[in-house]
């Protein structure tokens, strides 16, 4: 832990406004032309601008009750005698898997030659609300905090420039806090033009949409989903935007870079499926209301704004004159649609990307388009999913999830030689107290998040253990195993209460995960795909912490899983309990059998039939009447397992094979790599990147030696 301390700057907020949901303020100082270092951290999120100029966003996120310090240079953007430094915090105080429920504050402090001029606490920066942002809106999903609604005045733009346009508030101090020297790198913010205007028409609204579908995170706000309830609401996004209805194609633009609308359309596709802040420019003769609609792909010919069940819908009024709108949150999207109630012209449209810096090697593959669409793709996904801690996914969730951790770590050591997101997201996992609402041991599935409702993945903290082995032999750093070992012990010791007196782990409790598919069917009562982990669990702590006993136990549980589990042909998945008998129903799924060749419960030597039947007659080939009794896996855990067992047992030819099935059609149509095997869900997901571990393996690389790790 490498903690830090401001020269002068403390945490402040408006007075009285801190616990307030979806709070925004602005916080301005001015500062002179010599070269200046800015040091900042904010809750929730932040962005910076110099003289009207975008510098940067962040914070890189920690555990509850610490927060990480950016540092960098803003003087390129010092182009003036007295410059107009802007800070915009948000404070969403609702529980989320992306930020934290916690007050809003924000701590800022500006050095010029090793002085400090500005800082927060003192008279130099000012704090004002321009009441642009609309507070009371829906959530933008189960997963992260509010969505985006404005109400602009374009003479409000002199703001960013010094002029005292909006209310100038009173501050206080808020309670002193830990910091966090950030550690990781900060990203880059790579504009992306969007690549064409692939349909334009008119926009207008059928009423008559009664009943519009409403998603978790509009219905059940309450406690333990913090928001607006529906009834406070100022606005109804997705009410309203279901309401839309597009028709009369117009003749296309020869251009995107400029287009007027009226009550019209544009829809716009970025080259890739990628991840940042959208901004565009707009003109208005007169008050005009405008929408942004967008998605990872199109479904059906459109943008569906509800699929991931977000909201993919925000919406600005604009009076009349000229507007930079530019999403203060990062989302995800290929197509982004604008759509105008009134009049407007369009220019400019682009994202700023927030993703990982571009990765230092590169991975050699043949001269194989599809390979190399599919590295392409891969190095993408990374880089959107690991920017300060590895996340599922950018869009609806951008939590720290477990297990996804695992694979994804494999890549950043490949691409960067090093495990500074790694080491970020595991000790996160350590710095914390205590998780509220967790049973006393048990890890948070995903992580720094709230889980006001209790649930857990009991197999994604058995997931944590299996990384911290790999950690180590990837950083040598003892250190974090050491701090680690009370919450690896306090996981075993929960475990160990529900274990039967064969040792196999029976009714575990909330979410037991397996994979997306049949087989999370068949979680209770015995779940074998769970024991198998449990078994390779042991197996790890064992190892990391010189425990014989737990070795033993392991050897011993493997055993009782081969004798119960397997039935001559294939491992079955559970056992239920019925009358206090343990009866096995006969359930089959093919990713049962991957956790067992996965976890040591079998291997190619021991059960060579099995082997050769995945090898050959399971995974992406196999057909509709091959082994109808055994479920199909998905793509994560199951094809992950799989390409994974077929590495490790030297089966190249059928990775490379599989590898290309199972993700050509992704890279092709996204340019990313996807959660599921069909584009039902995100379209970009962190621990698919991990086609590159494979990759690195085989083919090695380009500028570096880092595919060794």
């Not at 007027?260 to 005009?288: H, K």
């Not at 096995?584 to 059960?607: K, L, M, R």
């Not at 393996?697 to 790790?709: F, P, Q, V």
């Amino acid at each position: 832990m490498n903690t830090f301390e401001f020269q002068r700057a403390v945490p402040i907020w408006a007075k009285e406004r801190e616990n307030e949901m979806n709070c925004e303020l602005a916080f301005r100082a001015a500062i002179s032309g010599a070269e200046a270092i800015l040091r900042l951290t904010a809750s929730s999120i932040y962005r910076v601008w110099v003289n009207g100029i975008f510098v940067a966003a962040g914070p890189a996120r920690a555990a509850h009750g610490f927060y990480r310090v950016d540092e960098f240079p803003i003087t390129p953007y010092l182009k003036l005698k007295w410059n107009t430094l802007v800070i915009e915090v948000v404070a969403y105080n609702v529980n989320s898997y992306d930020t934290l429920d916690q007050p809003g504050f924000l701590t800022a402090e500006v050095i010029q030659n090793g002085v400090v001029v500005a800082a927060t606490g003192d008279d130099s920066f000012a704090v004002f609300d321009l009441h642009e942002r609309i507070q009371r809106i829906q959530r933008y999903s189960f997963q992260r905090a509010f969505g985006e609604a404005y109400r602009l005045a374009s003479e409000k733009r002199r703001f960013y420039f010094g002029s005292m346009v909006g209310e100038q508030l009173e501050t206080a101090n808020q309670p002193d806090k830990l910091y966090l020297v950030r550690e990781l790198q900060m990203p880059n913010f790579e504009p992306l033009p969007v690549e064409e205007v692939i349909r334009m028409g008119n926009l207008r609204f059928d009423v008559s949409c009664s009943q519009p579908i409403r998603d978790r995170a509009y219905t059940n706000i309450g406690p333990k989903l913090k928001g607006y309830r529906m009834g406070e609401l100022e606005e109804h996004l997705s009410d309203e935007a279901q309401t839309f209805v597009w028709d009369e194609e117009k003749e296309m633009p020869a251009s995107p870079v400029y287009i007027s609308l009226e009550n019209g359309y544009a829809l716009y596709r970025f080259p890739y499926n990628a991840t940042g802040f959208i901004q565009m420019q707009v003109q208005c003769d007169q008050a005009c209301v405008l929408y942004l609609l967008f998605d990872e792909i199109l479904s059906d010919g459109d943008v569906d704004f509800l699929r991931l069940t977000n909201c993919n819908c925000f919406k600005y009024y604009l009076d009349a004159g000229e507007h930079t709108i530019m999403s203060f949150a990062p989302y995800t999207m290929m197509y982004l649609k604008a759509a105008v109630k009134g009049k407007c012209a369009i220019s400019n449209v682009s994202m700023i990307e927030y993703q990982h810096p571009e990765p230092v090697a590169q991975i050699r593959v043949p001269n194989n388009k599809i390979l190399r669409s599919i590295r392409d793709s891969a190095v993408r996904t990374f880089r959107e999913n690991a920017l300060d801690v590895f996340m599922d996914c950018p869009s609806r969730e951008r939590a720290g999830w477990l297990c996804d951790s695992f694979f994804t770590a494999r890549v950043e050591y490949v691409l960067t030689g090093m495990c500074t997101v790694e080491k970020a997201f595991l000790e996160n996992y350590l710095l914390a107290d205590q998780f509220e609402h967790l049973p006393e041991g048990m890890l948070p599935m995903c992580y720094p998040a709230d889980h006001y409702d209790g649930v857990f993945i009991p197999n994604w903290a058995m997931w944590f253990v299996l990384e911290l082995e790999e950690y180590l032999a990837r950083s040598c750093d003892t250190d974090l195993i050491i701090r680690a070992k009370k919450r690896v012990f306090d996981l075993l010791h929960y475990l160990e209460k529900f274990e039967n007196s064969d040792g196999l782990l029976e009714r575990l409790p909330s979410w037991v995960f397996v994979e997306w598919s049949a087989a999370n069917d068949w979680v209770q009562d015995v779940n074998f795909p769970s024991n198998m982990l449990y078994a390779r669990f042991l197996q790890t702590v064992a190892r990391l912490y010189q425990e014989p006993g737990l070795q033993e136990k392991s050897s011993s549980l493997k055993e009782i899983i081969r004798k119960r589990s397997y039935n001559g042909r294939f491992f079955t998945d559970h056992e239920v309990i019925e009358n206090g008998q343990y009866n096995n129903p006969g359930h089959q799924s093919e990713v049962c059998q991957y956790y067992a060749f996965f976890t040591g419960i079998a291997d190619s030597q021991t059960y060579p039939e099995l082997w050769q039947t995945l090898v050959k007659e399971f995974g992406p080939r196999r057909t509709a009447g091959c082994y109808p009794q055994v479920a199909p896996a998905n793509a994560f855990i199951g094809d992950y397992l799989r390409l994974e067992l077929l590495f490790l047992n030297g089966q190249v030819d059928t990775l490379l094979t599989d590898l290309q099935m199972y993700f050509q059609p992704m890279a092709e149509r996204t340019g990313t790599l996807w959660e599921h095997n069909m584009p039902s869900a995100s379209c970009c997901h962190g621990f698919a990147s991990h086609v590159l571990y494979w990759l690195a393996k085989i083919y090695g690389m380009e500028s570096d030696t880092h595919a060794n790790a």
